[in-house]
């Protein structure tokens, strides 16, 4: 089984619903991370948790928003999908203080609002 | 604030050359500095990593890193580069300011021609 596991890994949906993209890992990491990326851009970070009850925005947190129900569960939900959240979404992990691999990442989600 | 430059979108380089992905970053303190590998679909992967020690880093798939401290570089690099490892890589750079959260530069496909 995979450390960072993604679901979705694929999914269309229409715009104004509501869609939830779950992540879990079992790393056993404290931080957990959702970044957003878009053809031909880099990663951009949308929420990140240093521990369950701590959740913070990132560059591009507006029309999104999150939870940590668990340590090892962070989920990301667009409360109204719109066309220009069409992107690959992906979760990560990490220690505290980075670790071996730095981030640990999922496979991503592929979603298509159309 | 911390940050990470990848200032080429694309490289395109004939498989059995040499490659060079170029990273340059600005950090205060010493750098924790990263490499890693998205193949279509998938998650990013870790390639290697510099903390300390040996400026010439190795990684896997045969990759190496060269940390250059005076010129504030971390240039990807592989003796002889294969079709396989046509890809997206993006360096990284701990920021320390951030609660040891990761800087991503903006990304460098590689394409390796036959």
Not at chain 2, 40 to 59: A, E, H, M, S
Request: some cysteine; proline content about 4%; charged content about 20%.
């Amino acid at each position: 089984d995979a450390d960072v596991t993604q679901t979705p890994r694929n999914r269309i949906t229409k715009t104004g619903k509501r869609i939830m993209l779950e992540c879990s890992q079992t790393k056993g990491h404290d931080r957990m991370y959702w970044y957003r990326q878009d053809p031909g851009l880099g990663l951009r970070l949308i929420y990140y948790s240093f521990d369950v009850k701590d959740i913070n925005k990132g560059e591009i947190s507006d029309g999104y928003s999150v939870s940590r129900q668990a340590q090892a569960k962070f989920s990301l939900s667009l409360e109204s999908a719109i066309p220009n959240q069409t992107a690959l979404y992906f979760c990560a992990t990490s220690t505290s203080g980075t670790g071996r691999y730095g981030y640990t990442f999922g496979s991503g989600t592929r979603l298509t609002v159309v | 604030a911390q940050s990470v430059a990848q200032p080429e979108d694309q490289v395109n380089v004939a498989e059995g050359n040499p490659l060079t992905v170029k990273c340059t970053y600005s950090v205060s303190g010493n750098p924790y500095l990263f490499w890693y590998v998205q193949y279509p679909n998938r998650g990013l992967q870790f390639l290697l990593k510099y903390i300390t020690g040996d400026n010439l880093v190795k990684g896997s798939y045969g990759f190496e890193a060269e940390f250059n401290k005076s010129q504030t570089s971390f240039h990807l690099k592989k003796p002889s580069a294969l079709v396989s490892d046509s890809a997206l890589y993006f360096c990284a750079v701990r920021d320390v300011n951030a609660g040891n959260m990761l800087t991503f530069g903006g990304g460098t496909r590689l394409m390796v021609k036959p």
